[in-house]
C-alpha cells in the first residue's frame, strides 16, 4: 500500500472512524502497528459502527501496548508524552514524511475528555459496574487505565486470589526456632543477616510467599531447606505433604531439577523426610495440563491441581495470563512459593507479575509485628538492616517477601558481580569504568571497528585466549576427539556419554543478542558464525542440518518431550543394524539425571541454530563464558534489565561486545517501563509505571 499523505484537515480534529481506519492502515504497513491491532479495531467497528473515533483510537493503542508488554493504556501518561510512552514511531524509524504521528493525532486533546468518550462508549465498561450488560464488553475503564477485557479479567483474578492467600496465617510448628537452627547451623559472615533462614520462616507461617535475589543468593538452598521445614512435622505425623515443583520453560526446570537433587541429598534430616521432598522439576504448562491449540489448561478452578505445596522457579518469566491461570488451579488449602530474580527481564508476554509484586523487595517495609515474630523464631535482629518499616499497613504483600541480599557466587572482589550491581543502580558511568579499568579477570570488553572487525569471530571461536573463558572451538574440538571408535555399537553407553560431554562443553561458551534482526541480531549473527565455522572446516557440509550444529526449540513438543529453550547438538551415530552413520540431535533429559534423548532432525519443526541467542532466550540458561554483543543504535528493547540479565547468565566469565561506543550507557539509564493495575488494590495508593 502506497504511504501517499493524507491530508491532516481530514484527520484532525478525527471526526470520522473510517479516517482512523485508513491512518491505522498506513500505520501497520510501516510496521508501527501490528495487523492484530488494526484488526481488533475492525471488529469493534464492525460491532458499533457509530463509535466515536477516539475511543477506537483508545482501543488501537491498547492492543499495541499489549504487543510491548503493557498490560493497560494509562490515557494520561500517553498524553504526557505519545511518542515515549507508545514507542511511536519506532527507534530508527526517522522517515515519517507526512504521516500523522500519534504526538499530532493527541495533540490538545484532554485526558478527562478522552476518559469521558470512553465511558460514554457502548464498547467500554467500567470497572465498578458489574452488571451483565457491562460485562459483555471487549473493553475496561479503571480510573485512567484502558484495558482489554481479557486482561482486566486476569488481574482481577490474582488480585482475588493473592488477597485470600495474604488473609490466611498457617500454622507454624511450636518447634520452630529448633528447626530452623538445625537446618541452619552455618551461619553467613558476621554482621550479615541470614536472609536464606528469614525467607524460610516467612514462608511457614502464610499461604503465599515469595523469595528473591540475584544470581548466587541461594534461591534454591532456601527453597530446599523450606520443603525440608514444612514436610518434616508432615511426615512426623504420618501425612506427608504433597509437593511439586515447575518453571517456566524445559532449560529453566532442567537446571532446577538437577541442583535441586544436589541439595536434598545433603540436607541434615532424616532420610523419611529426604524421600519426601520431590527433586523433579516439570513445567508450568505441563504442570497445567496445556491443551493444544487452546488457551485452556485440564486444571482449573473447577478441577485444582492435586497438591498441597507448589514452588515456581525462574518467576519473573511468568506472564499475566498464565499467572492467573496458575493462581486458578491451586486448590484453596495449597501454599504457593515464588523464586526469582526480581531485577532480570519480565515475561515475553503481557505483563511484569513479579516485578509488580516485589516492589517493595529492596525497601522491606516489614510492619512491627513481622519484625518481632521474626526475630523471635531466627534470631535475626532486623533492627540494623536500614530497611523502612511498615507504619502504617499500607503494605500487606511486603509481610510475605524476602530478598536475598548476599551473593556467595559474586562477592566484593567478582567483576561480574560487581557490573552487575552498578548496570542494576542504572549507574552507566561507574559501569563503564569498571570495564575500562580491566582489572578484573573475569571481565572483558570489546569495541568493534565496523561489521567487517574479525574481532568478533576471533572471541567466537577462541573465546578471551588460554584462561578458561572458551569459544565455540572447544566444544567443537571435543566432537572430534572424544568420539568413540566407529566400531563401537550403537547400543553402547559410550554414545551418550559422548554426546554428554558435547551438550556440556557446548554450555562453556554462549552469544546473547539484544535484537534478533540486522547485522548485530540472532539472525545475521547465526550466519555469520556459521560462515565462520565453516571457513576454519569446523563444520562440514552446505546443507541445513549437519554435524554439530547446535539448535534452539523454539516451541514446546511435548510429542517429543521438548520444550521451548531447550538445546541439542546434531550428532552422528551408527544405526543398530551396523549402516552408515545418520544425524540424531542430542537433547539433554530434563530430570536432572543427566540422561540423553537422540532425535532425528526430521522430527524437529521448530528448531533455530543457536550460536547466538537472544538475551529473553537465555533466561533460565547459565553458561560458563557469556559474550553480550549490543546492536549499533538504541533499540526500544535495550534497557537495564536485559542488559542485566545478559551479565548474570555468567558464571565465570563475561565479555561485552560494542559494535558502536555509547549504546551500553544509554541501555544502563534506562529502565522497563510496564504499565499494569495490579499493585494498586494491594495496598498501593500511586499509580504503577515501572
Known amino acids: 500500500m502506497s504511504l501517499s499523505p493524507l491530508p491532516l484537515e481530514e484527520l484532525m480534529p478525527l471526526s470520522r472512524a473510517t479516517d482512523l481506519v485508513q491512518l491505522l492502515e498506513r500505520w501497520v504497513d510501516r510496521g508501527w502497528l501490528r495487523a492484530l491491532d488494526k484488526a481488533f479495531v ?70 478527562a475528555h478522552w476518559c469521558h468518550a470512553l465511558a460514554s462508549s457502548h464498547l467500554v465498561a467500567l470497572a465498578v459496574d458489574g452488571s451483565e450488560t457491562a460485562q459483555s464488553r471487549p473493553l475496561v475503564l479503571s480510573g485512567k487505565r484502558l484495558y482489554l477485557r481479557r486482561y482486566w479479567t486476569y488481574e482481577r483474578r490474582i488480585d482475588t486470589a493473592l488477597r485470600l492467600r495474604l488473609a490466611t496465617q498457617e500454622s507454624v510448628a ?57 514436610q518434616a512435622p508432615a511426615v512426623e505425623t504420618g501425612s506427608p505433604l504433597r509437593i511439586r515443583l515447575a518453571a517456566p520453560t524445559g532449560k529453566a526446570a532442567a537446571r532446577l531439577t538437577e541442583s535441586i537433587s544436589q541439595q536434598v541429598l545433603s540436607l541434615k534430616v532424616p532420610n523419611s523426610v529426604k524421600e519426601k521432598i520431590p527433586t523433579q522439576v516439570t513445567t508450568v504448562h505441563r504442570l497445567l495440563g496445556s491443551r493444544p491449540g487452546t488457551r485452556h489448561f485440564r486444571h482449573h478452578i473447577g478441577n485444582p491441581l492435586p ?27 495449597a501454599r504457593l512459593v515464588l523464586l526469582g530474580d526480581k531485577d532480570q527481564l519480565a515475561s515475553v508476554e503481557a505483563g511484569a507479575v513479579l516485578g509488580d509484586l516485589c516492589r517493595d523487595a529492596e525497601a522491606g517495609f516489614y510492619n512491627a509485628q513481622t519484625r518481632q515474630w521474626l526475630q523471635a523464631v531466627s534470631g535475626e535482629d532486623l533492627s540494623a538492616s536500614g530497611l523502612q518499616e511498615d507504619l502504617d499497613g499500607s503494605h500487606p504483600l511486603a509481610q510475605q517477601v524476602v530478598m536475598l541480599r548476599y551473593s556467595r557466587r559474586f562477592g566484593e572482589g567478582s567483576g561480574i558481580g560487581q557490573l552487575a550491581r552498578w548496570v ?30 574479525h574481532a568478533l569471530e576471533r572471541l567466537v571461536l577462541d573465546g578471551q585466549g588460554s584462561d578458561g573463558a572458551q569459544g565455540y572451538r572447544y566444544y567443537l574440538n571435543l566432537l572430534q576427539s572424544a568420539r568413540p571408535s566407529p566400531d563401537t555399537p550403537r547400543e553402547a553407553p559410550a554414545w551418550t556419554h559422548w554426546a554428554q560431554q558435547l551438550l556440556q562443553a557446548f554450555d562453556a561458551f554462549q552469544l546473547l543478542c539484544a535484537v534478533r534482526k540486522g547485522p548485530w541480531g540472532v539472525e545475521g549473527l547465526n550466519l555469520r558464525i556459521t560462515a565462520a565455522l565453516r571457513k576454519v572446516r569446523l563444520i562440514e557440509g552446505d546443507e541445513q542440518w549437519y554435524e554439530g550444529r547446535p539448535v534452539l526449540m523454539t516451541r514446546n513438543d511435548y510429542g517429543l518431550g521438548l520444550m521451548n529453550g531447550d538445546i541439542g547438538i546434531a550428532l552422528k551415530l551408527p544405526e543398530s543394524d551396523g549402516g552408515p552413520q545418520v544425524l540424531r540431535v542430542a537433547f539433554p533429559r530434563n530430570d536432572g539425571q543427566g540422561g540423553v534423548r537422540f532425535v532425528l532432525p526430521s522430527r524437529l519443526n521448530d528448531v533455530e541454530t543457536v550460536y547466538a541467542m537472544t538475551v529473553h532466550k537465555s533466561q533460565g540458561s547459565e553458561f560458563v563464558h557469556t559474550a553480550l554483543i549490543l546492536p549499533d543504535a538504541l533499540n526500544p528493547v535495550l534497557t537495564k ?43 498501593h495508593e500511586s499509580e504503577k509505571t515501572d
Open 42 to 111: 475492525g471488529f469493534l467497528h464492525e460491532l458499533d459502527p457509530q463509535a466515536d473515533p477516539l475511543v477506537l483510537l483508545a482501543a488501537a493503542l491498547t492492543s499495541h501496548q499489549l504487543g510491548h508488554g503493557h498490560v493497560c493504556l494509562d490515557l494520561f501518561e500517553t498524553l504526557k508524552a505519545p511518542d515515549f510512552a507508545l514507542s511511536l514511531p519506532p527507534e530508527g524509524d526517522l522517515q515519517t514524511g507526512a504521516m500523522l504521528l500519534p504526538s499530532q493525532l493527541l495533540d490538545g486533546l484532554d485526558g
Open 174 to 230: 511450636a518447634d520452630l526456632p529448633q528447626r530452623l537452627n538445625s537446618l541452619f547451623d552455618q551461619p553467613p559472615p558476621d554482621g550479615v543477616i541470614d536472609w536464606q533462614k528469614l525467607a524460610c520462616a516467612l514462608a511457614t507461617r502464610g499461604a503465599f510467599s515469595i523469595v528473591t535475589g540475584g544470581p548466587g543468593t541461594g534461591k534454591t538452598t532456601t527453597v530446599v531447606r523450606l520443603l525440608a521445614l514444612l
Open 641 to 683: 534489565e536485559l542488559i542485566y540479565t545478559g551479565i548474570t547468565r555468567a558464571k565465570r566469565w563475561f565479555s561485552l561486545i560494542e559494535p558502536r561506543g555509547g549504546v551500553f550507557e544509554e541501555a544502563v539509564r534506562r529502565k522497563v517501563k510496564r504499565l499494569s493495575g495490579l499493585m494498586l488494590e494491594l495496598g
Open 424 to 453: 542494576n543502580q542504572q549507574n552507566a558511568d561507574e559501569a563503564r569504568k569498571l570495564l575500562a579499568a580491566r582489572s578484573h579477570s573475569d571481565l572483558f570488553c570489546i569495541s568493534l571497528k565496523g561489521e567487517h572487525d
Open 307 to 333: 497438591l498441597d505445596v507448589l514452588v515456581v522457579d525462574e518467576a519473573s518469566m511468568i506472564d499475566l495470563e498464565m499467572m492467573a491461570n496458575l493462581l486458578d488451579a491451586l486448590p484453596p488449602h
